[in-house]
Each structure stands twice: as structure tokens, then as C-alpha cells.
């Protein structure tokens, strides 16, 4: 098996999952199969792995193993899906919420920056929404939103105002067009974050990746078993607050909920008190780790 994704945080997503031999686990986000290569590891014959990606080139990296099923589709249908499959209750979900390195460097996918290619985006290439779509169709208000909430970059409407004037000329359709468009307000200090935080607020729009979000942690509560572990990498803030609300207060609110004597109620114990980061050495080895924030929590005993 070909793992053209480096897995970030493995030991230590391995440890909170407290992989059971005989168990069987979810790896929400396959992409290369690192991590589920080294939860394969930890698994005797009786044990069974789950590996989801809606990106249908992540069959490829599939191990030939009978203990593994890969199943293309969204995980926003884990629940759905796992029962197609027989599968009611699992001891572990895993999520690795960042984009595969795969997709960045495959640059005709239009992920990155870094190559002039289609503005697609599309982790799953049976959609019909694709950057180009978002760019040049959405209404300016709506484009604000994206630039701020899911790029979390200053001035939203310095940018969506460019790309609208630019529009009305002609359609942008690659991305290098787009960087042109936008070039008068990129700091040249600190470009590169600058046009990473633009394409990933594209990104998280065209594949709906917060409602897919949001849909997988509810479902996470339909299918552990008591104690099992739900174990989340994530890379940005929004993704972030919705893991830790949810597993904190069981929604995405972060409102606690008390019983009739005043207790929180609440369907997880948390295992991770604070968001572990990676290490220097990591950040140094896989600089894509940076980001990353990793949550854990068991589900209550009925």
C-alpha cells in the first residue's frame, strides 16, 4: 500500500483510540492509509477496520487485507453506510480532518496554489459544485461569509469586491486567474498563509466539509459502543470549536445541559482535557502539521 499521505499526531491518535485487538474501529478520513495502516498493526485476526473516503483515487491505496473494507462515500453518511456493511456498533472513530497531501500536489485538481490548474476543488468529482462555481456565481454577501468564517481572512470585502469587478468581464476559472485577481491585497510579508487560508475557504464550501462535520460527530454517538473512543484531528478553528463543543456538551453550542439534581449531562468523558499539538520535531519532519489540534473522549457507559 502506497501511503502518499505522512499521518499526523499517528502515536499519539493511536494511544486515545485504545485500539482493542479483537475490535472494530472507523478511520473516517483513509486518504493514503497511514493511519489505518498502523491501526491494522494493532489488530488481531478478529478485528476489523473501516476505512471511509469519498475520494474514489483513495481506493487505490486500499491494503489487501481481509480484516479492512474501504467504503467510498462521504462520512457524513457513516451511520448509513456502516449498516450496508452489517455494521451497527464500533469501538473507535478516527478523523483526520485535513486535505491529503495527494491533493495538494496533485495540482490539476486545483487544491493548491502553487500549480495553474481548473478551479475544481472537489474531493469528490461527482459533485456538481465546484471553486469556479463558488467564485464566480455566489452572491457577494455569501462570499463575504465564506472569506471570513471559513478563511478567517481580514478584509472579506476588499476580496469578495475584487472578484466580483474581476467577474463581470469574464468568468475566473483557474487558479491562477484567481491569484491575479486577488493580488493587490495579498501581503507580500506573508503570502503564502494569505492564499492557503483563501483556497481552504473555497475548499471547506465546495465539499460542505462543517455539515459533513457535524453529521459524522452525531452519528459517532450512534454507533460507539460504551466506552469507545472518538478521536478527531482537525486544522482549523471552526472545525476545532465544533469537535470540542460536541464532545465537551454533546452539541455544537458548547451549552451545557443539566438533569432534574442539577448535573451536566453530557454522552462523552473527555480523555483530552486541553487540544494536543504536534511536536517541534513533527512540525519540522511534516510542516502541513502545524495546525493541527487533536481531541479525544470516551462515550459514557449506558
Known amino acids: 500500500m502506497e501511503c502518499y499521505h505522512i499521518p499526523v499526531l499517528l502515536a499519539e491518535s493511536l494511544e486515545l483510540l485504545d485500539i482493542q485487538p479483537d475490535g472494530t474501529y472507523v478511520d473516517l478520513t483513509f486518504g493514503g492509509g497511514g493511519h489505518s495502516a498502523a491501526i491494522l498493526d ?15 483515487e483513495a481506493r487505490g491505496n486500499a491494503p489487501d487485507d481481509p480484516r479492512f473494507r474501504f467504503v467510498e462515500g462521504n462520512f457524513r453518511f457513516m451511520r448509513g453506510l456502516l449498516r450496508a456493511a452489517g455494521v451497527t456498533q464500533v469501538d473507535g472513530v478516527l478523523a483526520d480532518l485535513g486535505v491529503s497531501s495527494h491533493h495538494f500536489d496533485a495540482t490539476e485538481r486545483g487544491f493548491s496554489f502553487r500549480g495553474d490548474a481548473p478551479l475544481d476543488m472537489r474531493m469528490n468529482r461527482g459533485r456538481k459544485l465546484t471553486a469556479a462555481h463558488v467564485v464566480n456565481t455566489y452572491e457577494p454577501a455569501r462570499l463575504i461569509a465564506i472569506l471570513r468564517d471559513y478563511g478567517e481572512l481580514e478584509g472579506p470585502h476588499r476580496i469578495a469586491g475584487r472578484i466580483v469587478e474581476a467577474r463581470r468581464s469574464a468568468p475566473i476559472q483557474t487558479t491562477f486567474e484567481l491569484i491575479e485577481t486577488v493580488r493587490p491585497l495579498v501581503p ?6 494569505w492564499l492557503s487560508k483563501l483556497f481552504q475557504a473555497l475548499r471547506i464550501e465546495v465539499n460542505g466539509e462543517m455539515e459533513a462535520l457535524r453529521m459524522a460527530l452525531e452519528q459517532s454517538l450512534r454507533v460507539l459502543r460504551p466506552e469507545g473512543r472518538l478521536v478527531v484531528i482537525s486544522y482549523h478553528s471552526l472545525e476545532d470549536r465544533l469537535v470540542k463543543n460536541f464532545m465537551k456538551t454533546g452539541n455544537f453550542e458548547g451549552e451545557v445541559r443539566k438533569d432534574f439534581y442539577g448535573r451536566a449531562e453530557t454522552p462523552f468523558k473527555l480523555v483530552t482535557r ?18 493541527a489540534k487533536l481531541r479525544a473522549a470516551a462515550k459514557w457507559s449506558e
Request: glycine fraction near 6%.
Open 274 to 291: 486541553k487540544a494536543m499539538a504536534p511536536t517541534a520535531d513533527e512540525v519540522t519532519q511534516n510542516p502541513r502539521s502545524r495546525s
Open 42 to 56: 494493532r489488530l488481531s485476526t478478529r478485528g476489523r477496520l473501516y476505512g471511509f473516503d469519498q475520494d474514489s
Open 188 to 193: 507580500k510579508s506573508d503570502e503564502n498563509r
